[in-house]
């Protein structure tokens, strides 16, 4: 796992294309303290009816528990290094936050929101999936987590969208 992490970081780190660096950094940066989410979230409410504040509710709300549980669980039990400084060949390592690496918040947040808001607006779900793809890739790419860190990221999300999704209903059952 580790030599898969080094290589894959190593390499994704490495990728110089302009227009792609500069689409990595504004998806990054709208994502940011979940800005992107809440304003996908905004736009829903105001353009979908009742589907779309469905969808908008379900979306926070994971993207909520994505976030506690990545950032007041894992981040705080497993202290993970993000990658070496001198594996990235760019300056975006200097942007990088001093928490610990494990597991990706940007990347839980991403998919979950994506994730909840499908099932209810499954167009909604599919404009939100390209962002939420390039925030993972920008993860790595920009050396602030490991591939492992993105797919852990990820797990946490999709098992949040769909905590959100099914326990109100189980929990309507263990009520009756």
Known sequence: MREMDRRLTKRMASWREPGLHRTLSVVEESAKATKLWCGA???MVWAGGWKGRKAAVAGLAALT?????CNGVCKQVIDR???PEEWIP???VEDR???SSFASGHT???LAFTAAVAPSWPSAGAVCAVPAALVAVERVQSGA???SDVVAG???GLVSAWLVRHLPRLGLRVWR
Not at 65 to 69: G, I, M, T
């Open 108 to 110: 839980a947040a991403a």
């Open 65 to 69: 528990l994505a976030q506690l549980v």
């Open 97 to 99: 936050p001093d928490s």
């Open 41 to 43: 979230a905004a736009v």
């Open 145 to 147: 987590h490991y591939p």
């Open 90 to 92: 760019h300056d975006e």
């Open 81 to 83: 290094p993000r990658p």
């Open 154 to 156: 990820a797990a946490i």
